[in-house]
């Protein structure tokens, strides 16, 4: 669209805005997307002007306040450019505007929505007429101080001298508003403006409201919560109760496509089902009690967004059989698009609500060929979790296991599920095959560069994952010709990751054996080896054995002790043991120590409360965070051990050939490195824009740090230990920018804790 710059295809363009109400409703409704463009278009249009665009531009904006979405015309900046235009070739525009609002019941229902409008194109010598004209609408007077008193808290120049013309023919109301201001100590605060920018949304006139309202709420509720008075939730609650959840019921609605091109789509529905949604999740937020409503949200699903499901879940706990008919007859309408519009949300809430009903739904899921492979992925695991099938999934990796595209997921898949699920033996023979004839040479790149399929297997191991997790001796055998197979793919060139990949999938399942209590797999094990002593590479794999060995010891080590004997005996009653058997593990599991142990010993026992300052020097800064160093060590440690993981191994400031020292490394035996950095937010190198923070040395560095220690994934953790007195010196604010910012390095997670003083 912003390629459209000659005369004709502008007009073209403009008709279309004209004719097509559906196009200007998403245009406004997702202009925030491309808003630093608009501007763009606006040019092509100011070059091509004359007086036939002149009035396709009055109608646009006519047709945009007489839409259904009226309400987002009134936050539209290309709806305030298109007027702007239109100011600058014609100085009274602003009365033309009024005219045509005069005409239009539908314009005058709702002047108040163009207030925005009326600030902009005001002049100081026009505020005389402005009153005159609005004088001769129902509460037209009211519009008009609204309006002047928008303009005297915006930025223009001559905003006093305008809100000054007012007051002149409006005296008492001008009095009569300044009272109400004279009781606060200075001028509205940017919040004060936003909570009467949301009162107003909330009753511009009595018994009436904006229907943007809930929208509003939701995208300013941190800011408006500390302000909104009781009185007011209350009356947020009544509407979303009388006036949508009381009327409006989603199960009677349809949708429509209107195009789908390139992976994109746009579609035509009910203008109350985006309402609904903002309602749901307002609800959700007030903790509003839905029992009367509860099947008409449950229908709200197949139009949900994620947003939108998360407050359905928190809102509805469960469901009975009658209450999700009129959501399953949704997916058996075979001429209606709706179920095709958000096939995840269904399967979501098939697996939440454990539908079994929904099997036969998700089944035609998985067949439909217009479906992401991600939804029909999803749709077969969701299946088989409601009602495990055997049969059903023999006949899925049939049916899809020649595919060569995206579809021979759905048999691999079938194929994990078969495993994981059944234990069936010509799954686990065809996946044994299936890593023998899949090998492949491998060089690894440095730098930054995108992750192909073969460096994600090798890293992730998701194909091999469910053989990994198999924990049954009588698979040995197999094992360990995978284990020989691994030694003749070597002496290919460039084979060495994958054959690193093979030692790795078959150390993890010998660790699964040591469950069996038993030093019989391993001594196995070292049989074999000894046995191809001679093979190339066998002693890379000693090393890896060396690793095993000392896991096995760890959990089959004889206690000490009578108090060790009973310390054990209770561990193994009351911890179920949880494996790590890839890198991606053991990060998750880092990471739930640092968001959960250690944010608890930091953020409610003030571990480093006095660290809290406004300013902390260099070189005070480094000492403290050498100490914080020092301390989560072994708090660390000792959380993997809770979790029972012995053999967690915690390397602090290991040194690369550059003298560059990360934090710490952490191994699980020879899975691993998970990088650890720590950093204090009065750190320089994290004060700054985005942009600025990946300048930074501390940025550079923990790239390097990636690279250099062949890192799988890293976590970046900033302790914020900054003294924060002003409310708009918000921690969450800066700590975005910071995540955006490093998290663009390849599998870094960004984590904060707070030093909060006790």
């Known amino acids: 669209m912003y390629e459209v710059t000659e005369f004709q295809a502008v007009k073209k363009l403009l008709d279309a805005f004209i004719n097509d109400s559906s196009f200007l409703e998403q245009f406004i409704r997702r202009e925030s997307i491309f808003k630093?463009?608009?501007?763009?278009?606006?040019?092509?249009?100011?070059?091509?002007?004359?007086?036939?665009?002149?009035?396709?531009?009055?109608?646009?904006?006519?047709?945009?306040?007489?839409?259904?979405?009226?309400?987002?015309?009134?936050?539209?900046?290309?709806?305030?450019?298109?007027?702007?235009?239109?100011?600058?070739?014609?100085?009274?525009?602003?009365?033309?505007?009024?005219?045509?609002?005069?005409?239009?019941?539908?314009?005058?229902?709702?002047?108040?929505?163009?207030?925005?409008?009326?600030?902009?194109?005001?002049?100081?010598?026009?505020?005389?007429?402005?009153?005159?004209?609005?004088?001769?609408?129902?509460?037209?007077?009211?519009?008009?101080?609204?309006?002047?008193?928008?303009?005297?808290?915006?930025?223009?120049?001559?905003?006093?001298?305008i809100y000054e013309e007012g007051r002149k023919y409006l005296a008492s109301e001008y009095e009569e508003a300044e009272s109400r201001w004279e009781k606060q100590d200075k001028g509205p605060s940017g919040e004060e403006r936003l909570y009467t920018k949301f009162r107003f949304k909330l009753e511009p006139e009595q018994g009436k409201y904006y229907l943007d309202v809930f929208e509003f709420y939701l995208n300013n509720k941190d800011t408006l919560d500390p302000l909104v008075t009781t009185e007011e939730k209350d009356r947020l609650k009544s509407l979303i109760e009388g006036s949508i959840f009381d009327q409006f019921d989603p199960g009677e609605q349809d949708l429509e496509f209107t195009k789908r091109d390139g992976g994109g789509r746009s579609y035509k529905t009910n203008a109350y089902i985006h309402i609904f949604g903002d309602c749901i999740q307002v609800a959700s937020k007030l903790n509003l009690d839905i029992t009367k409503y509860k099947k008409r949200i449950i229908n709200y699903v197949p139009f949900a967004y994620s947003e939108h499901l998360e407050a359905i879940f928190s809102l509805v706990k469960n469901v009975q059989p009658d209450e999700i008919k009129s959501l399953l007859a949704v997916y058996k309408r075979k001429t209606s698009d709706l179920p095709r519009f958000m096939p995840d949300s269904f399967i979501r809430a098939s697996e939440r609500y454990v539908i079994k009903e929904a099997v036969p739904i998700l089944r035609d899921f998985v067949a439909q060929n217009d479906f992401s492979v991600y939804d029909r992925l999803?749709?077969?695991?969701?299946?088989?979790?409601?009602?495990?099938?055997?049969?059903?999934?023999?006949?899925?990796?049939?049916?899809?296991?020649?595919?060569?595209?995206?579809?021979?997921?759905?048999?691999?898949?079938?194929?994990?599920?078969?495993?994981?699920?059944?234990?069936?033996?010509?799954?686990?023979?065809?996946?044994?095959?299936?890593?023998?004839?899949?090998?492949?040479?491998?060089?690894?790149?440095?730098?930054?560069?995108?992750?192909?399929t073969h460096e994600r297997e090798l890293r992730e191991k998701e194909f091999a994952s469910p053989l990994m997790k198999l924990k049954y001796p009588q698979y040995e055998k197999r094992f360990l010709d995978l284990l020989g197979e691994s030694f003749n793919i070597l002496k290919k060139k460039e084979h060495w990751s994958y054959a690193q990949y093979l030692w790795q999938i078959v150390c993890a399942y010998f660790d699964n054996l040591k469950e069996e209590r038993s030093y019989k797999p391993l001594r196995d094990l070292e049989k074999f080896v000894e046995e191809h002593s001679s093979d190339e590479g066998i002693n890379w794999f000693k090393y890896r054995l060396k690793e095993l060995k000392r896991s096995y010891i760890m959990f089959l080590g004889k206690p000490t002790s009578v108090n060790e004997c009973i310390q054990k005996y209770n561990k193994l009653k009351t911890q179920q043991y949880k494996e790590i058997t890839t890198p991606h593990d053991l990060h998750e599991k880092v990471k739930d120590v640092l968001d959960t142990d250690l944010k608890q010993w930091v953020e409610s026992e003030g571990a480093y409360s006095f660290i809290v300052g406004d300013k902390v020097f260099d070189a005070?800064?480094?000492?403290?965070?050498?100490?914080?160093?020092?301390?989560?060590?072994?708090?660390?440690?000792?959380?993997?051990?809770?979790r029972g993981f012995e053999t967690v191994n915690i390397i602090r400031e290991p040194q690369l050939l550059d003298d560059k020292r990360v934090d710490f490394l952490i191994f699980y035996g020879f899975i691993g490195p998970i990088l650890v950095e720590i950093k204090l937010s009065t750190s320089k190198d994290l004060v700054g824009s985005q942009k600025t923070l990946q300048s930074k040395p501390s940025y550079k560095s923990l790239s390097q740090y990636m690279n250099g220690y062949n890192a799988h994934f890293g976590v970046f953790l900033v302790f914020d230990n900054k003294k924060r007195t002003k409310r708009s010196d918000k921690w969450e604010t800066h700590f975005e920018k910071i995540r955006n910012a490093y998290q663009k390095i390849d599998n870094v997670t960004v984590l904060d804790l707070k030093c909060i003083s006790i």
Do not use: C, M
């Not at 630093?36 to 002007?49: F, G, M, R, Y």
């Not at 525009?93 to 902009?120: A, E, H, P, R």
């Not at 059903?392 to 699920?421: H, S, W």
């Not at 095959?433 to 790149?445: H, I, S, T, V």
């Open 36 to 161: 630093d463009k608009d501007e763009k278009l606006i040019e092509n249009i100011k070059a091509v002007w004359d007086s036939d665009i002149e009035g396709q531009l009055h109608i646009i904006v006519q047709k945009a306040f007489e839409s259904r979405h009226w309400y987002k015309a009134r936050e539209s900046k290309f709806i305030e450019k298109i007027a702007l235009i239109l100011k600058s070739k014609d100085k009274d525009y602003l009365f033309k505007l009024i005219s045509q609002i005069s005409k239009s019941n539908s314009l005058k229902k709702n002047l108040y929505s163009f207030q925005n409008l009326f600030s902009i194109l005001l002049e100081k010598e026009q505020v005389e007429e402005f009153i005159n004209q609005l004088s001769h609408f129902e509460k037209g007077k009211l519009d008009a101080l609204w309006t002047l008193q928008q303009i005297k808290s915006s930025k223009r120049a001559d905003a006093e001298e």
């Open 378 to 452: 999803r749709s077969l695991t969701t299946s088989e979790f409601l009602t495990p099938d055997a049969g059903y999934l023999k006949k899925v990796f049939e049916q899809y296991e020649k595919d060569k595209e995206e579809p021979r997921k759905l048999a691999e898949k079938a194929n994990e599920l078969l495993i994981e699920k059944h234990k069936d033996e010509e799954a686990i023979s065809w996946r044994f095959n299936e890593l023998k004839n899949r090998a492949f040479p491998f060089k690894e790149q440095t730098g930054v560069h995108s992750v192909s």
């Open 620 to 642: 005070k800064k480094q000492n403290y965070e050498n100490l914080i160093q020092k301390t989560i060590e072994a708090k660390v440690e000792n959380a993997f051990l809770k």
